[in-house]
C-alpha cells in the first residue's frame, strides 16, 4: 500500500483560506481583476490559448 504524503483536502483549504485573507477587503471587481492578472502572469497561461467562440481551453501548438 502507497503511503499518503499530503492530504488534498487540507491542501485545498489552506489554499483558500489564504486567498480568502488575501483579499476579504477586496470588492468583487478589485478581486476579479487580481485573478485575472494572476492567471496571466502565471506560467500555465504562456502554454494555453483560449477558444472565445467555444469557451475552451487548449494547450497552444509549438
Known amino acids: 500500500m502507497k503511503n499518503k ?3 488534498c483536502v487540507q491542501m485545498t ?3 483558500r483560506d489564504r ?3 488575501k483579499n476579504k477587503n477586496a ?3 478589485e478581486f ?4 485575472v492578472k494572476e492567471a496571466h502572469d502565471s506560467s ?4 494555453l490559448e483560449l477558444k472565445t467562440k467555444t469557451e ?4 497552444k501548438a509549438v
Open 44 to 47: 500555465l497561461w504562456g502554454k
Open 13 to 15: 483549504r489552506n489554499i
Open 19 to 21: 486567498l480568502y485573507e
Open 56 to 59: 475552451q481551453i487548449y494547450e
Open 5 to 7: 504524503t499530503f492530504d
Open 27 to 29: 470588492d468583487l471587481k
Open 32 to 35: 476579479t481583476d487580481k485573478l
